[in-house]
């Protein structure tokens, strides 16, 4: 799945320090959890599409890692995302 140049855009504004700061954590978390609602979505209605279950477990994974390395780095930070995005713990 491809996310528009514009959604993309407003998740970095929101999430990064700008629009440009694509290399944040933060920034690359919320577009992760972007794509996983939307791979989720897509296997609601698609139960059988197995190559769509394996990429939506490896983005979970990614997203996983980089939430651990967020929260090595600067716990304030990983709380704000967590608490921003509705995600667990």
Do not use: C, P, W
Request: aromatic residues 6%; glycine residues 6%; positive net charge.
């Amino acid at each position: 799945m491809y996310l528009s140049k514009e959604v993309k855009k407003e998740l970095f504004a929101k999430h990064g320090k700008n629009e440009q700061d694509t290399g944040s954590a933060e920034g690359q978390i919320a577009l992760m959890t972007k794509r996983i609602e939307h791979i989720s979505q897509h296997m609601k209605e698609n139960k059988k599409d197995f190559n769509s279950k394996k990429s939506l477990v490896s983005l979970v994974g990614k997203r996983r890692n980089l939430l651990n390395y967020l929260m090595k780095k600067d716990i304030l930070r990983y709380r704000a995302i967590i608490k921003e995005l509705g995600l667990r713990k």
